[in-house]
């Protein structure tokens, strides 16, 4: 089983950037493919981005293809996701996970993954 921990979430400016960051147990880390995942409020969660388990493969969502970049240090059981050019809508709070089933990454952005289990989250605030 994977446990997550998210930091780096805050209040930025339309325009600003923010780095989170991911902290996961487990001693198979390396092996799963890991995402980022948003829920406004009143919507349901979305997919956001993930990286494959050797880091060869990303995908994102279309609205933040450009502006943002996951990025994950297996070494450190670490995941990153690296956020430019921040709009409004990307106020949300931001989850990160595996798929503890495989290290690749469709199934994190089809929703159809083993999911570990979720984190608290890191708020991000977006103000116009």
């Known amino acids: 089983q994977v446990h997550v921990v998210e930091s780096g979430g805050g209040l930025v400016q339309t325009g600003g950037s923010l780095r989170l960051s991911c902290a996961a147990s487990g001693r198979t880390f390396s092996s799963y493919a890991m995402g980022w995942f948003r829920q406004a409020p009143g919507k349901e969660r979305e997919f956001v981005a993930a990286?494959?388990?050797?880091?060869?493969?990303?995908d994102y969502a279309d609205s933040v293809k450009g502006r943002f970049t996951i990025s994950r240090d297996n070494a450190k059981n670490m995941v990153y996701l690296q956020m430019n050019s921040l709009k409004p809508d990307d106020t949300a709070v931001y989850y990160c996970?595996?798929?503890?089933?495989?290290?690749?990454?469709?199934?994190?952005?089809?929703?159809?993954?083993?999911?570990?289990?979720w984190g608290q989250g890191t708020q991000v605030t977006v103000s116009s």
């Open positions: 996970n595996a798929d503890v089933s495989s290290g690749a990454i469709w199934r994190l952005k089809a929703g159809s993954a083993d999911f570990g289990s």
């Open positions: 990286i494959s388990w050797g880091s060869g493969r990303t």
